[in-house]
């Protein structure tokens, strides 16, 4: 069974400019979350996707926008970047729609590090 | 809003011996989970184990345990014969509409 798909690995983009990363979650999996990881703030939630509806949205401004498609795959779209947004974007993936009682967790792909330059 | 703290930052253990590392949180949920994730240098985060709330037995996995301690709301992790591999960043995570994480403790198993 493939993992949680993540691409591109890799990306360097100059201010101003937009970004779009990809995330192909687990066969099966319809629950798509988006996580920016940097050193000073950890892993800090951008928003959750599930049956092509964003469920839950993390504290970021509107430049953080997404989306996912009917085959469950999703993208994350930067625009007007800042050096900040220089982070690890992680996506992860489950089932279905989550709550306290959830017994599992994320099945999580391996990131994709931006560079803003 | 469910919070978890992680208080060290970094630590170290010497190859084959015990560590723990230390976990709180906050949550208004009356069941819930928790779980344990490593990163390490390749980026992946991998689920180590979780804990029901409503079990008051400690969950284990082979050489990873935790100490539950529900009241004290603290979630601890101990890695028994450390080994090299285990060398990445631990963040424990409590279970809601997403999983909130803690910030993480870097730990390094020296040979």
């Known amino acids: 069974k493939a993992g949680v798909t993540q691409t591109p690995r890799y990306l360097i983009k100059t201010r101003g400019q937009q970004v779009t990363l990809s995330c192909s979650p687990i066969s099966g999996h319809r629950s798509v979350s988006w996580y920016q990881q940097t050193p000073g703030q950890g892993l800090q939630f951008l928003f959750e996707?599930?049956?092509?509806?964003?469920?839950n949205k993390g504290n970021f401004p509107g430049r953080f926008s997404g989306r996912q498609f009917s085959n469950s795959r999703s993208e994350m779209n930067v625009s007007t970047l800042e050096l900040g947004d220089s982070a690890l974007y992680l996506c992860?993936?489950?089932?279905?729609?989550?709550?306290?009682?959830?017994?599992?967790?994320?099945?999580f792909g391996s990131g994709t590090r931006l560079t803003v330059v | 809003a469910q919070t978890v703290t992680q208080s060290q930052p970094e630590m170290s253990v010497q190859e084959a011996e015990t560590v723990t590392l230390s976990c709180t949180y906050d949550t208004s949920e009356s069941n819930y989970y928790l779980f344990w994730y490593k990163q390490p240098p390749s980026r992946q985060m991998i689920l180590v184990i979780r804990q029901e709330a409503y079990k008051q037995q400690n969950a284990t996995e082979n050489r990873f345990s935790v100490n539950f301690q529900k009241a004290a709301k603290s979630f601890s992790l101990k890695i028994s014969d450390s080994q090299l591999g285990d060398t990445a960043m631990y963040f424990c995570a409590a279970s809601g509409s997403r999983l909130t994480f803690g910030e993480g403790t870097q730990l390094t198993v020296n040979p």
């Open positions: 992860a993936s489950s089932p279905g729609i989550r709550d306290a009682a959830t017994p599992y967790g994320y099945t």
């Open positions: 996707y599930f049956s092509e509806t964003q469920r």
